[in-house]
Structures are given as structure tokens and as C-alpha cells.
């Protein structure tokens, strides 16, 4: 019994090196006229324009808490422009467009969405052709218009960047009240004196 089995193994290993006996042929050829390669190019050419990310925008449901959020993070960074320069304006463009998107989304605020982008635009506009007194201006009048104050660093806020947690939840006081004396933990590795 065991010789048959291993003669058979030996026969399969064999046959595994052996080339197959039927070839595809080698006569066909394809072509491709110029209409379908032009069709195949605007296709591709329109997968990669929806490939290609779009520009920055603030994702979420509409509520209260995400409009709030984007005005604490984007609007606080905006209101500390103030008196930044105009390369740090320049730097901070996505702020401004996250900040619309994200704290002025509803329908019912589109007007006041729509005069912060003629301000942003003008700002950022002055800001690179090197006018730092013009765009420190119209950030002035954005911030005006928008209502910003700075919420990020204010204690017990719940989207100070120097609290090592996911922003937003649970609230700061919870934490706080939770970590009893060791609060300072949230801020900083040890405590101040």
C-alpha cells in the first residue's frame, strides 16, 4: 500500500513541472482607435478630478455642539491672529474656511456666512501681497462680524489643546471633579508650584 502511495505522489510531483500541452495562440492583437482611447482618457480623467481631495470643509451633522466646537478650535486660532503677521495669516487659511463651514452652515445664517467669505478672501488677498496692516484689519472685521472670542484656553473649557483627551467629551469639569487633587494632570505632566 505504501509503495502505491508513493509512487503515486511521486507521478503528481512529476507531472508539476511539466508544461501544458495546449498554448493560447500568439496571433491575436488588440487596437485601440482614437475615439475610444480619447473616451477612455475623460474617464480617467474624471476618476482622479474625484480622487483628488477637496478643500478644507467642516464634516458633521448640523447641531448646536459641532457649531460650537468649530468656534472654540477654528475661531479661537483666528482670534489670535489678531496681531500675527501676515505669513501667520496666510498660514492659517484653512482656519478661516473651516470656521465658516463649521460654526455658519445653516441656511439661515448663509448671509453672514457669505460676508465672511468676501472678508476672509480680502484678508488673506492683503495678507499675500504683503499689506500686514490691511490684513490685520480685515481679520479685525471677521472676528467683528463673527462674533469670535477666544474659548480654547478658557478654564475648564472642553477644547483647551493643552488637556491630553479627545476634545469635546465628557465635559472638563467631570474629569476634574473625578481626578480630585491630581486635576493638573489634565494640563501638565507635574504640578505647578
Not at 472654540?72 to 495669516?89: E, F, K
Request: with cysteine; proline share 4%.
Amino acid at each position: 500500500m505504501s509503495l502505491l502511495v508513493t509512487t503515486s505522489l511521486l507521478i503528481a510531483s512529476a507531472s508539476a513541472f511539466v508544461a501544458p500541452l495546449s498554448r493560447v495562440g500568439s496571433g491575436c492583437s488588440v487596437s485601440m482607435s482614437a475615439s475610444t482611447r480619447r473616451d477612455f482618457l475623460s474617464t480617467g480623467a474624471a476618476a482622479l478630478a474625484l480622487a483628488v481631495p477637496l478643500a478644507a470643509s467642516a464634516d458633521g451633522a448640523n447641531s448646536i455642539g459641532n457649531a460650537f466646537k468649530a468656534r472654540a478650535i477654528y475661531g479661537s486660532r483666528i482670534y489670535r491672529l489678531q496681531s500675527a503677521s501676515a505669513a501667520t495669516i496666510l498660514g492659517e487659511k484653512n482656519a478661516f474656511t473651516l470656521f465658516i463651514s463649521g460654526a455658519y452652515r445653516t441656511s439661515d445664517v448663509k448671509e453672514t456666512a457669505t460676508a465672511l467669505k468676501a472678508l476672509q478672501k480680502a484678508a488673506l488677498a492683503a495678507a499675500a501681497s504683503g499689506d500686514e496692516a490691511g490684513a490685520k484689519s480685515k481679520v479685525k472685521e471677521f472676528i467683528a462680524l463673527g462674533k469670535i472670542v477666544e474659548l480654547d484656553t478658557k478654564q475648564g473649557g472642553n477644547f483647551d489643546p493643552r488637556q491630553r483627551r479627545n476634545p469635546g467629551a465628557p465635559p472638563t469639569a467631570e474629569i476634574e471633579a473625578q481626578m480630585g487633587t491630581q486635576a493638573y494632570a489634565l494640563y501638565t505632566a507635574l504640578p505647578t508650584k
